[in-house]
């Protein structure tokens, strides 16, 4: 068995002294030895390589007094992410637990760099909404040897326990709405930090396109940054075609309110001229004029549920890997039907699976209730 590491062989690997790192891995200072940000980073950075474990953070790990769970998020102006954090907040507090929050902003850096500062923390377990998971190898490995409760907000492997959304149903859902009011010009924008995360979403859309027998268009398919301007200037783009979209579909709601005031500018009505349709069901999609159509993820209940998980894992540190898969739902509005005074629901699909191995989801056959 492989002994643990020690703080000599960090320093060895860091290229510094003992009592450099002793300082650092404590966080103490020394009047006498001004260490620099770079030093501390590199010395962090061999602590995480290694799998170092300071002595006070194992005794917290063992105790599980540290009451406080880590949670890494990629942004907090998209409100699908605040209404994760809401259901976190509301179950960790609950139970006596408080949240130690880092924000990546989707750069693969800063959410390494923040990745890092979690596994430095004395810190009970994690909820991580990783972008870059792949390209942190390294940490990744960390965390499993340390052997610390985390959930991991994602689709795609993992060991880890993974709560995530049916989004494939919810897609499937959309586009059959759709194409069932006719429209075989419909415009994808994809504005998302990584091609991989919306991978699920792009599979559908040219899957049902298929299933439909209308060719797919790759001048319909944008890809684009994650803000407002984005979505705007992803729509402009579109609708500028000599043959442009009759629908847009934009993988979240921000991106769907830059796409309403590009349609309105170049002087297009909603949905009669160009029906639009957004995801994550946030309160955004309610304000726009009209009424936005979403896939509604359930993101209050994913934040419940992964900070269940994790305070579950806390007593149970030797069972299988869990993976829970929530429903999501197309919530149809008039931004792709003007036959609908109000608000109408139509059942996506729905499947909740808790299994260590593959998922066997259910749909429900969409129907108007």
């Not at 299933?211 to 402009?236: I, N």
């Not at 994550?280 to 009424?291: K, N, S, V």
Request: a neutral charge; glycine letters at 6%; hydrophobic letters at 40%.
């Amino acid at each position: 068995m492989t002994r643990p590491a020690t703080q000599d062989d960090v320093a060895r690997l860091a290229g510094v002294s003992r009592s450099t790192v002793s300082i650092v891995l404590n966080n103490r200072t020394n009047r006498r030895i001004s260490i620099s940000e770079e030093t501390r980073q590199k010395v962090w950075a061999a602590a995480v390589r290694l799998g170092y474990e300071p002595n006070a953070l194992a005794r917290s790990l063992r105790s599980g007094q540290s009451r406080s769970i880590g949670v890494l998020v990629p942004d907090l102006f998209n409100h699908h992410y605040l209404e994760i954090l809401e259901g976190i907040e509301q179950v960790l507090t609950s139970q006596g637990y408080h949240l130690a929050l880092v924000v990546t902003n989707f750069d693969p850096d800063r959410e390494r760099s923040c990745y890092r500062s979690l596994l430095q923390q004395r810190l009970d377990g994690l909820i991580l909404m990783p972008t870059f998971w792949d390209q942190m190898p390294d940490e990744v490995a960390t965390l499993s040897e340390m052997g610390r409760p985390a959930v991991v907000l994602m689709h795609g492997e993992s060991n880890t326990d993974r709560v995530t959304s049916d989004i494939r149903g919810g897609a499937a859902a959309l586009m059959d709405h759709l194409l069932s009011l006719g429209h075989q010009r419909i415009g994808f924008i994809n504005g998302v930090a990584r091609l991989v995360m919306t991978e699920d979403r792009r599979h559908v859309y040219r899957r049902k396109l298929d299933e439909a027998g209308v060719a797919f268009d790759p001048a319909l398919t944008v890809h684009c940054g994650t803000t407002m301007v984005d979505g705007y200037q992803a729509a402009a783009q579109l609708l500028s075609l000599a043959n442009p979209p009759t629908a847009i579909w934009t993988i979240n709601d921000v991106l769907a309110v830059g796409a309403r005031r590009a349609i309105d500018d170049m002087g297009l009505r909603v949905p009669e001229d160009v029906a639009l349709a957004g995801c994550d069901g946030t309160a955004l999609a309610a304000q726009l004029t009209p009424p936005l159509t979403t896939i509604v993820i359930p993101a209050r209940r994913i934040g419940q549920r992964s900070a269940e998980v994790v305070l579950r894992r806390l007593g149970d540190r030797d069972g299988d890997p869990v993976l829970e898969i929530l429903p999501t739902q197309l919530l149809v509005r008039r931004s792709t039907d003007p036959t609908i005074p109000k608000a109408v629901t139509l059942a996506g699909s729905a499947a909740e699976v808790v299994s260590p191995a593959e998922p066997q989801c259910q749909s429900k056959p969409v129907e108007r209730r």
